[in-house]
Protein backbone atom coordinates (compact mmCIF):
# COMPACT_ATOMS: atom_id res chain seq x y z
CA UNK A 1 0.00 0.00 0.00
CA UNK A 2 3.12 2.03 -0.15
CA UNK A 3 2.22 4.11 -3.32
CA UNK A 4 -1.60 4.93 -1.81
CA UNK A 5 -0.21 7.25 0.49
CA UNK A 6 2.33 10.07 0.41
CA UNK A 7 3.69 10.26 4.28
CA UNK A 8 6.60 12.44 3.85
CA UNK A 9 7.00 16.29 3.18
CA UNK A 10 4.90 19.52 3.88
CA UNK A 11 0.78 19.32 2.97
CA UNK A 12 0.78 21.98 0.75
CA UNK A 13 -1.76 23.00 -2.28
CA UNK A 14 0.49 21.29 -4.36
CA UNK A 15 0.50 17.81 -2.06
CA UNK A 16 -3.18 18.39 -2.08
CA UNK A 17 -3.37 18.03 -6.69
CA UNK A 18 -1.27 15.26 -6.37
CA UNK A 19 -3.69 13.24 -4.07
CA UNK A 20 -7.03 14.56 -6.85
CA UNK A 21 -4.22 13.55 -9.72
CA UNK A 22 -3.80 10.07 -7.85
CA UNK A 23 -7.44 9.69 -6.51
CA UNK A 24 -9.04 10.37 -9.71
CA UNK A 25 -7.04 8.28 -12.19
CA UNK A 26 -7.29 5.34 -9.61
CA UNK A 27 -10.48 5.40 -8.82
CA UNK A 28 -12.71 7.78 -11.04
CA UNK A 29 -10.53 6.59 -14.43
CA UNK A 30 -13.98 7.07 -16.81
CA UNK A 31 -15.17 10.13 -15.12
CA UNK A 32 -14.45 12.50 -17.73
CA UNK A 33 -13.27 15.87 -16.96
CA UNK A 34 -15.18 18.08 -18.26
CA UNK A 35 -14.03 21.77 -16.89
CA UNK A 36 -11.13 22.97 -14.83
CA UNK A 37 -11.18 21.80 -11.71
CA UNK A 38 -8.57 23.41 -8.86
CA UNK A 39 -8.08 22.09 -4.92
CA UNK A 40 -6.68 23.99 -2.73
CA UNK A 41 -6.73 24.09 1.55
CA UNK A 42 -9.42 27.22 3.15
CA UNK A 43 -9.62 28.60 6.55
CA UNK A 44 -9.32 26.08 9.54
CA UNK A 45 -12.47 24.30 9.54
CA UNK A 46 -13.32 21.85 12.54
CA UNK A 47 -16.95 20.61 11.27
CA UNK A 48 -16.65 21.34 7.72
CA UNK A 49 -14.21 18.84 6.39
CA UNK A 50 -13.93 19.74 2.59
CA UNK A 51 -16.50 21.39 -0.16
CA UNK A 52 -16.75 21.34 -3.31
CA UNK A 53 -18.38 24.41 -5.46
CA UNK A 54 -19.22 25.23 -9.13
CA UNK A 55 -18.24 28.96 -10.35
CA UNK A 56 -20.85 29.99 -12.26
CA UNK A 57 -19.03 32.09 -14.14
CA UNK A 58 -16.02 30.51 -15.16
CA UNK A 59 -17.30 27.39 -15.09
CA UNK A 60 -14.51 25.84 -13.29
CA UNK A 61 -14.78 23.38 -9.97
CA UNK A 62 -13.27 24.73 -6.68
CA UNK A 63 -12.33 21.66 -3.88
CA UNK A 64 -11.44 23.51 -0.87
CA UNK A 65 -10.11 21.13 2.77
CA UNK A 66 -9.72 22.41 5.75
CA UNK A 67 -6.80 24.17 6.78
CA UNK A 68 -6.74 21.38 9.49
CA UNK A 69 -5.83 18.24 7.35
CA UNK A 70 -2.35 20.42 7.13
CA UNK A 71 -1.50 18.83 10.51
CA UNK A 72 0.83 15.65 9.59
CA UNK A 73 -0.81 14.11 12.52
CA UNK A 74 -3.72 13.68 10.73
CA UNK A 75 -3.65 10.45 8.54
CA UNK A 76 -3.06 11.10 4.99
CA UNK A 77 -6.51 8.57 4.03
CA UNK A 78 -8.40 10.79 5.90
CA UNK A 79 -7.69 14.10 3.53
CA UNK A 80 -7.39 11.18 0.79
CA UNK A 81 -11.48 10.26 2.13
CA UNK A 82 -12.49 14.38 2.17
CA UNK A 83 -11.12 14.37 -1.75
CA UNK A 84 -12.59 11.23 -2.63
CA UNK A 85 -15.81 12.12 -1.17
CA UNK A 86 -15.89 15.62 -3.43
CA UNK A 87 -14.90 13.43 -6.50
CA UNK A 88 -18.15 11.40 -5.70
CA UNK A 89 -20.23 14.76 -5.77
CA UNK A 90 -18.60 15.81 -8.97
CA UNK A 91 -19.00 12.52 -10.43
CA UNK A 92 -22.81 13.05 -9.99
CA UNK A 93 -22.72 16.30 -11.03
CA UNK A 94 -22.69 18.09 -8.02
CA UNK A 95 -21.02 21.11 -8.31
CA UNK A 96 -19.54 20.15 -11.07
CA UNK A 97 -20.68 20.25 -15.34
CA UNK A 98 -21.09 16.48 -15.44
CA UNK A 99 -25.31 15.54 -15.74
CA UNK A 100 -26.79 15.44 -12.08
CA UNK A 101 -27.19 11.52 -11.52
CA UNK A 102 -29.84 11.96 -8.40
CA UNK A 103 -31.38 14.81 -6.41
CA UNK A 104 -29.49 15.56 -3.72
CA UNK A 105 -25.61 15.19 -3.25
CA UNK A 106 -25.93 12.46 -0.08
CA UNK A 107 -29.41 10.70 -0.95
CA UNK A 108 -29.55 7.45 1.08
CA UNK A 109 -25.95 7.12 1.80
CA UNK A 110 -24.63 7.27 -1.86
CA UNK A 111 -21.39 8.67 -0.95
CA UNK A 112 -20.51 6.23 0.94
CA UNK A 113 -21.49 3.43 -0.65
CA UNK A 114 -20.34 4.49 -4.24
CA UNK A 115 -16.73 5.08 -2.08
CA UNK A 116 -16.73 1.38 -1.33
CA UNK A 117 -17.89 0.28 -4.87
CA UNK A 118 -14.49 1.98 -6.50
CA UNK A 119 -12.09 0.29 -3.82
CA UNK A 120 -11.86 3.35 -1.84
CA UNK A 121 -13.53 1.23 1.59
CA UNK A 122 -10.05 1.32 2.80
CA UNK A 123 -10.15 5.11 3.09
CA UNK A 124 -13.56 5.03 4.56
CA UNK A 125 -12.53 2.36 7.03
CA UNK A 126 -9.42 4.85 8.04
CA UNK A 127 -11.90 8.06 8.05
CA UNK A 128 -14.23 5.99 10.56
CA UNK A 129 -11.83 5.11 12.96
CA UNK A 130 -10.26 8.98 12.98
CA UNK A 131 -13.59 10.71 13.07
CA UNK A 132 -14.60 8.97 16.31
CA UNK A 133 -11.79 10.01 18.27
CA UNK A 134 -11.71 13.27 16.79
CA UNK A 135 -15.54 13.67 17.83
CA UNK A 136 -14.44 12.54 21.32
CA UNK A 137 -11.53 14.50 21.32
CA UNK A 138 -14.13 17.86 20.37
CA UNK A 139 -16.64 16.96 22.91
CA UNK A 140 -14.28 16.71 25.84
CA UNK A 141 -13.35 20.14 24.61
CA UNK A 142 -16.85 21.25 25.05
CA UNK A 143 -17.88 19.90 28.34
ZN1 LIG B 1 -20.73 15.65 0.67
Redo the contacts with the bound molecule.
Keep these: MTTKTTTAGIRDNKWLLSRLDFLWSEYFPEVSQTNKVFIRFGRYSKYRLGSIRLDRKTKSSFITITAMFKDLKIPAEVVDHTIG??LV?YAHGFSSTNPRLHKY??AGGV?EREMKERGMGYLHQAYKCWVKKYREKLKREYE
Excluded: S
Aim: no cysteine; glycine share 0%.
Design positions: HEHPHV
